[in-house]
């Protein structure tokens, strides 16, 4: 039992829709016999082989699948246009990405093994002094303007892993440098939302690094209240 | 003049409305994956968030849900095959957008996706695999989009691929190093001991780093000549299988799974394939699997062997040979065909 298919007309095909492309394109002496070609080509070829298509729709394919009148140059140009406009932006993206500490649209897969602890602090004045009390748990009290006891919360505004995750071990998505970079983001970002804070100067963490396996520096990061 | 011929190409485009069904469903699952965690999280403006766009473009949260209904509904359409481009368009567009609005959610797959999604959608991807005319067969359309979809898949290679060749720490094996340890454990449970200590070796996390680099220079390079784009394509599918199993990287794997559709010759059943008279289930569902439309399909009743393929110059495979061109076109097979070209290999004399 055999399928009703065509020869294989693609070798015959393909050159033939080739030469009249090329000719097409660029107006050559036998282009518009050579796009016939191909048109007819193509037309054998869906109408012997195709993909098992009804004949309604071989039909309305053919209708709409035969190569259109050929591209102007300025089609040509504008395509090239494009084309140069969307991977020069991606490659500015790209060089601009590698050298942003958080690599963002640098294509940067798996860059570091890297590993972050981080512990948070209020800068709060005693006794003349400025010191550093411990955040527990991400959360704390302080009074208002008004004296009354307001709370906060770390977490509240801080969604981001690995932020959130205070005094813990912790995987740094994307390296070490882009943690840190995105930490003192988030601590500017707490210290502008806590105005009701009357008592914190300053939020302070104190990171412990693991930099590829290898044991880094504690990095401490500050940012005032505005 | 070269290039204005390359731009003005024209070949089969039915492929293409493979690709599109691809983009579409993982454009899908990525808004998906926003909308829950809309959910579960709130929304990412009214916490610390990162805009890369200056923060007044910053939609409010009604507007945010709306980008994702449109980007949801484009989707859809997409896939379905109904204003397939525009809406492919907006949807990758859309999400492009929101996608800038916070790089605390930047993820390279991510970004990837909305991309080749973009580019997609400027290929003729909307003339086959569509909901309202079924067998439409694509026909000869505009070829330079589809290249600019391979260029961005090779780009994605490239910038990994050097990135990680110009840091010690990568190309010395420090890295996956680290990584092999944290997934020793893991293996022990199934493996012997000893054979899991291997991931702690500092030549093998040296060795697999080298051949990750390899892999992806390859990759991005190897996918654009004739004679090495299979290699390069199987080697693709290993390398995103190996990913996949043994990292969460999201939709990554399967973004460039897809993203190979581009790289398959265009023109369609060029290669053929005899089932015998006992090949009558094969040769019903090898049909059903021969997605890509790779081979003209047969069933002779006078043929004594179950199989024989017939190539593009019109070689004819028997035995294992021909399981081996089979796997070759046929992408459920496809991680096949490296093992039976070795299996089948002759040398030249």
């Not at chain 1, 097409?24 to 195709?50: I, L, M």
């Not at chain 1, 105005?195 to 100067?201: C, N, R, Y």
């Not at chain 2, 390279?108 to 005319?133: G, H, I, K, M, Q």
């Not at chain 2, 060029?270 to 289930?281: N, T």
Request: positive net charge; hydrophobic residues 45%.
């Amino acid at each position: 039992v055999h399928e009703r298919h065509g020869p294989n007309p693609v070798a015959k095909r393909r050159a033939s829709a080739a030469t009249a492309r090329l000719n097409g394109s660029f107006g050559g002496k036998n282009g518009a016999r050579r796009r016939s070609e191909g048109r007819r080509a193509d037309q054998k070829h869906d109408e012997g082989s195709g993909t098992d298509a009804t004949p309604s729709a071989a039909k309305k394919c053919q209708s709409s699948g035969l190569p259109g009148p050929d591209p102007s140059k300025l089609t040509l140009l504008a395509r090239a246009g494009f084309l140069a406009a969307f991977f020069g932006l991606e490659l500015y993206g790209i060089s601009w990405g590698v050298r942003a500490p958080d690599r963002v649209l640098g294509f940067q897969m798996f860059n570091e093994s890297s590993r972050v602890t981080i512990r948070l602090y209020r800068e709060v004045k005693k006794k003349r002094h400025r010191v550093l009390v411990p955040i527990e748990n991400g959360r704390w009290s302080a009074p208002d303007a008004n004296g009354k006891l307001r709370h906060h919360d770390w977490f509240s505004r801080i969604q981001a892993e690995p932020l959130y995750v205070l005094n813990q071990d912790m995987h740094a998505p994307y390296g070490l440098k882009a943690q840190l970079f995105r930490l003192q983001a988030a601590l500017d970002d707490m210290a502008a939302h806590i105005p009701d804070d009357t008592v914190t100067l300053a939020l302070v963490a104190k990171v412990d690094t693991i930099h590829n396996g290898r044991p880094g520096p504690t990095v401490r990061l500050r940012a005032d209240k505005p | 003049m070269k290039l204005l011929g390359w731009l003005g190409e024209e070949r089969e485009a039915y492929v293409l409305g493979l690709l599109r069904i691809a983009f579409s469903l993982l454009l899908l699952r990525q808004t998906y994956k926003r909308a829950r965690e809309l959910w579960t999280w709130g929304y990412f403006g009214h916490v610390f968030h990162l805009p890369l766009l200056p923060e007044a473009f910053v939609p409010s949260e009604a507007t945010y849900r709306a980008l994702l209904v449109v980007q949801a509904l484009g989707c859809v359409l997409a896939f379905l095959g109904i204003f397939a481009r525009p809406a492919l368009f907006t949807a990758a567009f859309t999400g492009l957008f929101v996608f800038l609005c916070d790089r605390l959610q930047y993820h390279n797959n991510r970004y990837e996706l909305l991309l080749l999604s973009l580019l997609v959608s400027l290929t003729p991807c909307d003339r086959s695999f569509l909901a309202l005319r079924r067998g439409a067969t694509g026909g000869l359309a505009p070829r330079w989009a589809a290249r600019a979809v391979g260029a961005q898949v090779s780009i994605a290679y490239l910038a990994s691929s050097l990135g990680k060749l110009f840091d010690d720490d990568w190309r010395g094996g420090v890295v996956m190093a680290r990584r092999f340890a944290m997934g020793q454990a893991r293996l022990s449970r199934i493996v012997p001991e000893e054979w899991a200590s291997i991931l702690t070796r500092p030549w093998f996390a040296h060795a697999a780093s080298l051949s990750a680099i390899i892999s992806e220079l390859f990759l991005a390079l190897g996918l654009w000549h004739r004679r090495t784009r299979p290699v390069a394509l199987w080697l693709g599918v290993m390398f995103h299988g190996g990913i996949e199993i043994s990292a969460n990287v999201e939709l990554f794997s399967y973004t460039m799974l897809c993203g190979y559709l581009v790289f398959v010759t265009p023109e369609l059943r060029e290669r053929r394939l005899s089932w015998g008279a006992s090949g009558r289930r094969p040769f019903a569902l090898f049909r059903r699997l021969d997605v890509l439309a790779r081979f003209r399909h047969e069933q002779q009743a006078a043929q004594s062997e179950l199989l024989v393929t017939t190539d593009r110059e019109g070689r004819a495979h028997h035995g294992l040979a021909a399981w081996r061109e089979l796997s070759r076109a046929m992408p459920p097979l496809f991680p096949l065909w490296i093992p039976l070209w070795i299996a089948t290999f002759r040398p030249r004399r």
